[in-house]
């Protein structure tokens, strides 16, 4: 796979369950986590899905005009953090919202930050991240765009700046 590619469990063109608004989804493809009760298990497995063309994907979102948020979920985002930053840098500055989900902790992200895996790169490019794994003892109807109570909204430029969490509120 090259540097242009990323490997996708698939795509939905529009939701309005991943995020405000109407939102193009992505699924990347691959999970280390495994959390008992996903919502998405036939992307844990990093040879399945089907590898995309970046452009390709950008092309596709600038085709609606009522797209106004991007998701990024998966499988796990931050195994491909590099081609996800590609994707996302790709596009308009300031037009779309970007929420991105992470099985990993905000706080492991950038301690584990280096610049061959790129979490760096997506975190800041990432409007507001949803972290944690899903609890399946912990889920809930009433967390907004999350699973379970355990998952966070973070606004991530906000944590960046601030160097401590800080709280979305959808």
């Keep these: 796979m090259d ?3 990323i490997k996708i469990a698939g795509i939905v063109k529009e939701s309005i369950v991943d995020g405000p608004g109407i939102r193009y989804v992505v699924f990347t493809q691959g999970c280390p986590h495994k959390c008992v009760g996903c919502h998405n298990p036939q992307t844990h497995d990093v040879n399945g899905g089907k590898v995309v063309n970046i452009q390709k994907i950008v092309d596709d979102i ?8 991007i998701t990024i979920s998966g499988g796990e985002p931050f195994i491909q953090a590099k081609k996800v930053a590609k994707l996302i840098n790709l596009l308009e500055k300031n037009k779309y919202n970007i929420i991105v989900y992470t099985g990993f902790l905000f706080e492991d992200l950038l301690k584990n930050a280096n610049e ?3 979490y760096l790169d997506l975190l ?4 507001i991240l949803i972290d944690g794994k ?3 003892n912990k889920k809930s109807e ?3 765009f999350r699973g379970s109570t355990n998952q966070r909204s973070i606004s991530v430029k906000e944590s960046l700046n601030q160097g401590r969490v800080i709280l979305y509120e959808f």
């Design 3 to 5: 540097n242009d590619s």
């Design 62 to 69: 600038y085709k609606n005009p009522l797209i106004k948020g």
């Design 116 to 118: 061959n895996n790129g």
């Design 124 to 127: 800041n490019c990432t409007d």
């Design 134 to 136: 899903f609890d399946i």
């Design 142 to 144: 009433f967390v907004k």
